[in-house]
């Protein structure tokens, strides 16, 4: 017998949202000359209108961030810097179920998802920052380490929200100012996190947002009052800005694409493992830069995985993204379903065998079903190409060296997780994946307190922990210090 959910939507209620936004610079809303509309991808309703930032916005909100940084935010201990970033926390998980309805409604991921993960690991990363703060002197990053200024932050859509907190709270708490830009398509909670930042009575101009498209993000790599970048995103304009940036004395950090590799041995707990791998790949409908992409399976477990691999995906509830019980919710926009439907294509084209489980989408909005695509070989693009969607490209292999060498041959570097029963074989596994974040015996995890970032085409630098703080200081002769 198998049961039917009745639908269990959460109320929007909670949000309420405007018609028109402006850009958040000096800690007010200052109104935009052109707008775009921001819509909800599983609908395709329009949510608001979102200011098109040009350079006479950035100036203003990088002089704002200026001027904030010299005449109040630089002038203050650690210790109040901190008390701000408790305050922010503590606002953000008072308001945490506004901002979950507001996230899914503008990014289409499920609320499951941003009440249980996304909106409070943002908390967690202010909360986590905040204690850093007042001991910046005494964490091993350098003799009295220095901020940088204003720090120019650009992020995606994949993680609005947190991806807002991995940049703001260790600018904040390392005594930089920042001007911020979100994502074309997800800016309502960026913009809601203004109002937070109002709410905290944070010193005007320490956080600016100007709201845009790639040719504002460009106009804030390219300013001369930004002294620091801290870019997510495509590695394609990630590589833009480095070349931008090669002739200034600006930092950087860059956390760009992946394919992660998740390696699964003879000897893993299969059934965990399943659970494992469709986290690794179905989470976050897949848009995940770290997410398990690809799928290694020792060739004598193949099909036993791929069995039950395939019964789980079929309980995997596509749908409402406000649903409480939707685990799958809607692609984020147009574009994004026309890349990942053009390489699904270049897979079957290329002679890999798709599968999907029945699933009912729905004719309005953007949606595609969870899908796996076996017989993948190496040369195939589905195996090289990030395609940032709900699919997943499993290889097989027959000895650990081959699995390392299949699991290593991409231009990213990432992410990669190894299931084993065997801790010899998963510090042995571990010390040969060329990937910044190594998961065993689970996939997906994050923690303010974990540096993140990758090798080779994945970036440069790390963000979170000490060394995402490290990032955000000048240290030793940088400081002008003899
Ligand atoms: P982008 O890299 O284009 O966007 C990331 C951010 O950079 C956005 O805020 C974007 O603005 C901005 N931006 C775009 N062009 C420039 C520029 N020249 N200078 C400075 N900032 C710029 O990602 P997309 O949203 O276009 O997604 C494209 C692909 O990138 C996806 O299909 C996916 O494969 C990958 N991706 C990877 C992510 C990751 O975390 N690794 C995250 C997002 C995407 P705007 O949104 O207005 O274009």
């Not at 907190?165 to 904040?172: G, I």
Request: aromatic share 8%.
């Amino acid at each position: 017998m198998t049961f039917e959910y009745a639908p269990a939507p959460e109320s929007r209620a909670i949000v309420s949202i405007k018609p028109k936004y402006g850009h958040f610079i000096n800690g007010s809303f200052v109104a935009g000359k052109k707008h775009f509309p921001t819509i909800n991808p599983a609908t395709e309703e329009i949510l608001s209108h979102i200011s098109l930032g040009g350079l006479s916005d950035v100036d203003k909100a990088v002089a704002a961030a200026q001027k904030a940084y010299t005449k109040t935010w630089s002038k203050l201990s650690g210790k109040e810097r901190g008390k701000y970033l408790y305050r922010i926390a503590r606002i953000l998980q008072e308001r945490a179920r506004e901002f979950a309805v507001l996230e899914t409604l503008d990014n289409g991921k499920p609320i499951r998802e941003t009440r249980d993960i996304d909106i409070p690991l943002v908390a967690a990363h202010f909360f986590y920052h905040a204690g850093w703060a007042d001991k910046l002197d005494y964490a091993g990053l350098g003799h009295s380490p220095q901020p940088y200024g204003v720090a120019g932050q650009i992020i995606p859509w994949n993680f609005p929200l947190l991806m807002l907190a991995w940049k703001v709270a260790p600018a904040l708490a390392t005594g930089n100012t920042v001007v911020l830009k979100p994502a074309e398509t997800t800016s309502l909670t960026a913009l809601l996190f203004a109002e937070v930042c109002q709410q905290a009575e944070l010193p005007d101009g320490v956080v600016n947002i100007v709201t845009g498209d790639g040719s504002t993000g460009a106009a804030i790599v390219n300013h001369p009052g930004i002294h620091k970048i801290a870019f997510t995103g495509s590695t394609d304009v990630g590589k833009k800005i480095a070349r931008a940036i090669a002739s200034t004395d600006k930092k950087a950090t860059l956390e760009l694409g992946g394919k992660g590799a998740n390696v699964v041995f003879d000897d893993a707990p299969i059934d965990e493992a399943v659970e494992g791998i469709v986290n690794g790949i179905f989470f976050n409908q897949g848009h995940v830069c770290c997410a398990g992409s690809r799928l290694i399976l020792q060739e004598s477990i193949a099909d036993e995985v791929i069995e039950k691999l395939k019964v789980r995906m079929s309980k995997i509830r596509v749908g409402d993204p406000l649903d409480k019980n939707t685990d799958l919710g809607a692609i984020n926009s147009k574009e994004q379903l026309v890349k990942i439907k053009e390489l699904s294509a270049i897979g079957d084209a290329e002679g890999a065998e798709r599968w999907s489980p029945q699933c009912n989408l729905s004719d309005k909005g953007f949606w595609f079903a969870p899908t796996i695509f076996t017989g993948v070989t190496q040369a195939h693009r589905i195996a090289q190409e990030e395609i940032f969607g709900p699919v997943l490209s499993i290889l097989t292999f027959r000895t650990p060296q081959e699995a390392m060498d299949k699991a290593n041959n991409t231009p990213f570097g990432l992410s990669a997780g190894i299931w084993s029963e065997k801790g010899s074989r998963i510090f042995w596994a571990s010390q040969h994946l060329k990937a910044g974040v190594i998961w065993a015996n689970t996939f997906n995890k994050f923690d303010p307190a974990s540096p993140f970032g990758g090798y080779k085409e994945s970036g440069w630098g790390r963000e979170g922990g000490k060394h995402g703080l490290a990032a955000y200081l000048k240290t030793g002769k940088e400081t002008g210090a003899k």
